[in-house]
């Protein structure tokens, strides 16, 4: 199985881990029309990824329409209030007082943190101290694909987008999980030493990091998806940590799994979450279709 760990930092932001695919035919688009089972209206779940520019939203077929046609909203969580989502993300990534960088590295893994950090940054781990390990994780890689890819860094994440133009078409908008769900996954699940483990072997391994997130941005514009699954069995350089990528998306997609028959049933749904929710036995494509649903690829207007 692919050592998906390093890369839980960047694939946060398309979100993580998939199992293998039971067939191929999940795959082909990005864009997927769910109906039968008792729905009078077909929704749609588009899979974002939530680094890609909003010009890449023109080039993706029937994604207007759809959008169109929903009357309502729904992404991983309502995004309208950013700062306050900005807050409790900082609150939940601080150290325990009782806790530092150098209880959780050896003093040649604290030295090389610290140089890799105020290389990207600046500053090192005199700044970044205060934070977990995870914090620093997710701001290194906003930075690093920012300074590696920057024609497909936004201005403005699509998933973002989508909960405003909502909210500007006066329809309602819906989160399939809280904050603290997030937060649970992203700062929590993994202890604070494997998190900082996590971090060593991510930055020692940057060039692997690059090539890799090559390769899922080409397969997201090929809507490769069969490809995705094939990727994550791959060996990486990092050891895996399971329990984090189960809570990063099994376990969600299962709990969404269960919101959406209701959500769907209600009003004719629009439904935008991570592209990788999407993939391989475990994603909610198959977990729909497993549960009685029609889903079908939309590859033209």
């Known amino acids: 199985m692919f050592k998906r760990i390093m890369l839980i930092p960047i694939l946060i932001f398309f979100v993580c881990t998939v199992s293998a ?6 795959t082909g688009s990005l864009l997927w029309k769910v109906s039968g089972k008792g729905l009078e209206f077909p929704s749609y779940i588009y899979g974002t990824h ?7 939203l023109d080039s993706v077929a029937g994604l207007k329409k759809a959008f169109a046609a929903s009357e309502q909203m729904v992404g991983e969580i309502v995004m309208q209030d950013m700062a306050a989502l900005g807050v409790e993300i900082q609150k939940a990534g601080m150290m325990p007082p009782d806790t530092t960088w150098q209880m959780l590295l050896s003093e040649e893994d604290y030295r090389f943190v610290d140089e890799q950090l105020t290389a990207f940054f600046g500053v090192g781990l005199q700044a970044f101290g205060m934070f977990k390990p ?8 906003a930075f690093f694909y920012q300074k590696k890819f920057p024609k497909e860094n936004p201005l403005e994440s699509p998933d973002l987008w989508f909960q405003q133009q909502a909210v500007s078409r006066g329809i309602p908008v819906f989160g399939l999980e809280t904050v603290q769900d997030q937060i649970y996954a992203l700062f929590e699940v993994a202890s604070l030493k494997r998190q900082a483990e996590d971090l060593v072997c991510a930055l020692k391994n940057l060039d692997y990091t690059e090539t890799l997130t090559k390769r899922l941005n080409n ?13 994550f069995k791959e060996e990486g350089p990092c050891p895996s940590n399971d329990k984090q990528a189960t809570a990063l998306n099994k376990t969600r997609n299962d709990k969404w799994l269960e919101k959406l028959p209701a959500i769907m049933a209600d009003k004719p749904s629009f439904i935008a979450v991570g592209l990788l929710h999407l993939v391989g ?4 494509l ?6 009685g649903y029609k889903v079908e690829a939309v590859i033209s207007e």
């Open 219 to 231: 397969m997201y514009r090929t809507a490769d998806l069969y490809g995705l699954a094939e990727l």
């Open 134 to 141: 995870s914090i620093a994780s997710l701001q290194y890689v």
């Open 50 to 56: 939530h680094l890609f520019p909003l010009s890449f």
């Open 286 to 291: 198959y977990g729909l279709e497993k549960a």
């Open 281 to 284: 036995e475990e994603g909610i």
């Open 21 to 26: 695919q039971k067939s191929n035919d999940k």
